[in-house]
């Protein structure tokens, strides 16, 4: 047994292959777990902010304001999302969207500690006595910080770059 809850608003995982049987996990996804973060933060309004705005529009820093891991996987799920809603992408591509963002940002270790520092996202996913409540992903993210000394520059979508035609140019023909 795993941990996860069964019932079906708190059927969300962190890593969804944890469950033994597939039919469980049938509408369970780790991405699922990063939106109800997402909503638990209040990363909409986070992301409504004009200096949010801004920031992202011209890759400026407002302030002189450093970004923490929090505010770093809130901006990363909201880009994720809109990368990836209006083509129906589906939640296995937002996700990996997600990991590779994290990978080439040198924070998926930092963001996973973020997401299990949650306690009110734990105590709707998981059952008390499960790994993930008890240990908070630990082993899991030791190995995945070691990712964040080399430097990557994945693509996080290659699929998507086929819905983007750039301005001036005719839509090409597939």
């Not at 820093?61 to 909201?78: A, E, G, P, V, Y």
């Not at 499960?130 to 994945?154: C, N, Q």
Request: positive net charge; proline residues 4%; contains cysteine.
């Amino acid at each position: 047994a795993h941990g996860l809850r069964s019932h079906k608003r708190d059927n969300l995982a962190l890593v969804s292959c944890a469950a033994r049987n597939r039919d469980f996990v049938k509408g369970t996804h780790p991405w699922t777990l990063f939106l109800e973060f997402y909503k638990l933060q209040h990363g909409k309004s986070f992301t409504e902010q004009p200096q949010y705005q801004l920031s992202q529009s011209f890759g400026l820093r407002i302030q002189r304001q450093s970004i923490n891991s929090k505010q770093s996987l809130l901006s990363c799920i909201h880009k994720v999302r809109d990368s990836h809603e209006p083509y129906k992408r589906s939640n296995d591509a937002k996700f990996k969207a997600l990991v590779i963002h994290g990978i080439n940002e040198g924070m998926l270790g930092q963001w996973f500690r973020v997401l299990v520092s949650c306690d009110t996202l734990k105590q709707l996913a998981y059952e008390p006595w499960s790994y993930m409540a008890k240990h908070g992903f630990s082993d899991a993210i030791k190995i995945v910080d070691r990712l964040s000394s080399i430097k990557f520059d994945l693509p996080t979508d290659i699929a998507l770059k086929v819905f983007h035609v750039p301005e001036g140019h005719e839509t090409p023909y597939y």
